[in-house]
């Protein structure tokens, strides 16, 4: 473990795997004090971050209900009193076809990773501002920029969060900075590239540098945007993609 973030405080949704769990190891690796969020257990996470002697707790909650976010953030205001950075990794994927989506399932993308950003960053915002500091950091996706066809719910919803990105950068500053990551293909459960076969991948991913990214590898620059070099950013989206995107 270093120093570098002994004494701060970091919220990071979607912490049971995938990206927010590596996040959450990685800043707890830093020395923070983690307060892990998802709406399942986060056991592995929070257990391997005891391991490491980090101090942590969990939550459960639902990023897209406005009742468990206010609960979220009251037992942060009772429990730590004060919030340093804010990770949104909380987020899914679905697959469907324009022509036969059901509005209720363009509603849930909608509704988890936009509206999600929305309440977790309002929440993070009420108790940042009387601090007059604090960092928050979304993940939206390389799809906001690159489109996908057959994914036109999940594309709107990584473009919005960009849009949320900028809007909230201007509104809070200078005291808090607000960024986002939109990476290309992470192997996640997200992703379940473990049931596709090296043709599907090789087809379906384009990259040049003709790998699909590891958690870890966006966890670093999350690590970098909660750091002491990061102080300049704000209202940035940085895409950890392979080259697939090139902004
Ligand atoms: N894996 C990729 O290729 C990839 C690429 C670009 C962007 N992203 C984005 O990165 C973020 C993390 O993705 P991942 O690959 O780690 O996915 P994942 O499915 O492995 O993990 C997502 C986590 O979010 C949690 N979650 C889902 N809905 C929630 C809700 N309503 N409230 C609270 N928690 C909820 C899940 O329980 C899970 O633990 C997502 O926003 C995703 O859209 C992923």
Request: glycine share 10%.
């Amino acid at each position: 473990m270093t120093e570098e973030l002994a004494g701060k405080t970091a919220l990071v949704t979607g912490a049971a795997r995938g990206i927010g769990a590596a996040v959450a190891k990685s800043l707890a690796n830093a020395g923070g004090r983690l307060i892990l969020c998802d709406q399942r257990h986060t056991t592995e996470t929070l257990n391997s971050i005891k391991e490491l002697g980090g101090d942590v707790r969990q939550q459960i909650a639902d990023v897209s209900s406005e009742v468990s976010v206010a609960s979220l953030f009251k037992s942060i205001s009772e429990t730590e009193g004060s919030l340093d950075f804010v990770i949104n990794a909380a987020g899914i994927l679905s697959e469907s076809k324009i022509t036969e989506i059901p509005t209720a399932e363009f509603d849930r993308v909608l509704s988890v990773n936009l509206r999600g950003s929305f309440l977790i960053a309002r929440g993070a915002a009420q108790i940042m501002k009387p601090a007059k500091s604090g960092r928050i950091i979304f993940v939206s996706s390389e799809l906001a920029y690159l489109g996908r066809a057959n994914f036109s719910a999940y594309c709107a919803s990584k473009a919005g969060v960009v849009g949320l990105t900028r809007a909230l950068a201007r509104e809070l500053a200078p005291d808090i900075t607000v960024n986002s990551v939109a990476p290309g293909p992470i192997d996640t459960p997200m992703l379940g590239l473990e049931n596709m076969s090296q043709e599907w991948i090789d087809k379906e991913i384009d990259i040049p540098l003709e790998r699909i990214g590891k958690p870890s590898e966006i966890a670093a620059i999350i690590r970098f945007l909660c750091g002491p070099d990061a102080g300049f950013f704000t209202g940035q989206t940085l895409s950890p993609n392979g080259g697939a995107v090139m902004i």
